[in-house]
């Protein structure tokens, strides 16, 4: 059966339930035990008749994601707004894997972020708004949900070793969690949260009311996640940056070793930017010191409120406004540091 099906039928088998119960002659005068049940009765119908609203309106209305896009009213989302690609990606067009003689290729990299989580429509995502924007080039993006460095540098090496997909000007598009991946506290409290024995229930895995409140309240109970930022802030002013920027040479080498010239855009935090402006600087220091063209997305963010940028409370992604100033930023520094010529191997 349906799981959807057991949770309409439960309110209507207690309402009968309730109505035989309340119907039999003797229940006025069976004294407090018969009403003790009766009333057990009437609240079980209560409350099985609003689960059963709160289960409709998140299963068939609520059309949101959250910031890890794992709760099924997310991954619902996900499904109706994701349409992917010839290469499994999310866009509204395929890509060739051949360069197109005499036109530029700009190859976006990265996350969530730039897939556009929490964003509809495809044409409002920054890197469809550059494709509008010049007609002349040809614009992909290579963007999946969780991705960070080390799995970005798998991907393009199966695209462009399986798939014989060749490069241009590639721009590796940096989020500031991406040094998540050698994040210890990170990796094991996403473990445990991920494998809790009721997030593993049959109630939690297909109830979409449930599974979404329980893991609103996994979130506001969890002792790390209340303290998530203070360990990417010991991060990057620690050891793990110097690891963190292993990965980041990983992809300059695959970007160069594929024939690719390598450029850089930096997302910040929106609602802690000021907290981490000592590891934008670094970043910019680290592409400086090895010649690769950097954008640090920083300032044009700053003086927009971040309730302004983010997708919806409960997730911090940018929404469409935050990827309309992105692509004003970007575009400018793409007509700066792309070579006017349009020749595909002119580096």
């Known amino acids: ?36 049940a009766g009333n057990g009765l009437i609240l079980a119908l209560l409350v099985a008749l609003m689960t059963l609203g709160f289960e409709t309106y998140y299963r068939f209305v609520c059309d949101q994601t959250d910031a890890m896009a794992n709760t099924l009213v997310s991954i619902q989302w996900r499904n109706r707004y994701f349409h992917l690609n010839n290469l499994g990606v999310r866009d509204n067009l395929d890509y060739p894997a051949a360069l197109t003689p005499g036109r530029r290729r700009i190859t976006f990299v990265g996350d969530s972020c730039v897939a556009g989580l929490g964003v509809k429509k495809v044409e409002d995502r920054f890197v469809n708004r550059l494709r509008r ?44 969690n991406d040094i998540g991946e050698v994040m210890p ?53 620690g050891p793990l940056w110097e690891i963190e920027k292993i990965g980041l040479l990983a992809f300059r080498n695959l970007s160069q070793i594929r024939g690719g010239r390598l450029l850089v855009v930096t997302l ?22 090895a010649g690769i063209p950097h954008l640090d997305l920083l300032p044009t963010f700053s003086n927009v409120p971040p309730a302004e940028l983010i997708v919806n409370p409960h997730d911090a992604h940018p929404n469409e406004h ?9 575009d400018e520094f793409l007509k700066r540091e792309i070579p006017a010529s349009t020749a595909t191997n002119s580096f």
């Open 1 to 36: 059966m349906d799981a959807f099906a057991g949770f309409a039928l439960a309110p209507l088998a207690l309402g009968v339930w309730a109505w035989r119960f309340f119907r039999r002659p003797a229940v006025s005068s069976a004294g407090w035990p018969a009403l003790l």
């Open 133 to 176: 924007l010049h007609p002349e080039w040809e614009i992909h993006a290579i963007a999946v949900p969780g991705l960070d460095t080390s799995t970005e540098v798998e991907w393009m090496h199966n695209l462009t070793v399986s798939n014989h997909y060749q490069l241009d000007q590639l721009v590796l598009v940096y989020n500031l």
């Open 185 to 237: 506290g990170w990796k094991q409290a996403y473990r445990e949260m991920m494998a809790g024995w009721f997030r593993t229930s049959w109630l939690c895995q297909h109830s979409y009311f449930i599974n979404l409140m329980y893991h609103r309240w996994q979130m506001r109970r969890s002792e790390y996640m209340r303290h998530y930022f203070d360990e990417v802030e010991a991060a990057y002013r």
């Open 268 to 289: 910040p935090y929106f609602d802690t930017a000021s907290r981490f402006q000592f590891a934008h600087e670094q970043l910019a220091k680290y592409w400086e010191e």
């Open 322 to 330: 935050a990827h309309a100033l992105a692509a004003a930023a970007i």
